[in-house]
């Protein structure tokens, strides 16, 4: 007989991780294109401007899919949740 257990899943926790994934996308193309990936983020998310985003493997297009504050949000509850 199979277990009738009905699995719940958080829509919020499940769009943070997809967020936390492109920001590590992104990251890491900034780096390998030979940025600072953490200033060229910190500038984007401050101005908004996708200039400070590499358009290398689409990752200007991927940051630009999430919402800034998002971002901020996302990083800011994980950095509390860590302390």
């Known amino acids: 007989m199979k277990d009738s257990t009905t699995t ?3 829509v919020e926790e499940f769009q943070d991780e997809l967020i936390k994934a492109t920001l590590k996308e992104v990251y890491d193309i900034l780096e390998e294109r030979g940025y600072n990936p953490i200033n060229q983020l910190i500038g984007y998310i401050m101005s908004g401007d996708p200039g400070y985003i590499s358009s290398h493997k689409d990752a200007r297009k991927k940051i630009r ?6 971002i901020v949000e996302v990083l ?3 950095y509390m949740d860590k302390n």
């Open 65 to 70: 899919a999430v919402e800034r504050n998002k």
């Open 76 to 78: 800011l509850r994980d």
């Open 8 to 10: 719940v899943y958080n």
